[in-house]
């Protein structure tokens, strides 16, 4: 059984930074695509960030270029998100989502697999 844990939530002010993990356990690591979604309350869950099975390849939101790293370890089986100058607007719960296999992408039908969240709040 495949699960996902986050980590690394918090309240910051704008302009700060977090740093997000997700550890997976259960799961062939390297074989799948693996991503961070958001969903903030009365919003649809969005894509932020996805990284391909062998970390070569990323994509990010718009709104998260240029201030969202995300990355993975094949070795530890983790999976981060490093976020700079964060707004008001970044404040949601992220999500650590992976597939078995697959097309890359911030579509929430592209993963099998979801972690519980893990909360950013963003004052300004």
């Known amino acids: 059984q495949v699960h996902l844990v986050e980590s690394g939530g918090g309240s910051v002010q704008a302009g700060g930074s977090l740093r997000l993990s997700c550890v997976a356990s259960?799961?062939?690591?390297?074989?799948?695509?693996m991503a961070w979604f958001r969903q903030a309350p009365g919003k649809e869950r969005e894509g932020v960030a996805s990284?391909?099975?062998?970390?070569?390849?990323?994509y990010y939101i718009d709104s998260a270029k240029g201030r969202f790293t995300i990355s993975r370890d094949n070795i530890t089986k983790m999976l981060y998100l490093q976020m700079n100058s964060l707004e008001p607007e970044d404040t949601a719960m992220y999500y650590c989502?992976?597939?078995?296999?697959?097309?890359?992408?911030?579509?929430?039908?592209?993963?099998?697999?979801w972690g519980q969240g893990t909360q950013v709040t963003v004052s300004s």
């Open positions: 989502a992976a597939q078995r296999s697959g097309t890359c992408g911030l579509a929430p039908r592209l993963y099998d697999y």
């Open positions: 990284i391909s099975p062998s970390g070569s390849r990323t």
């Open positions: 259960g799961y062939t690591y390297s074989t799948g695509c």
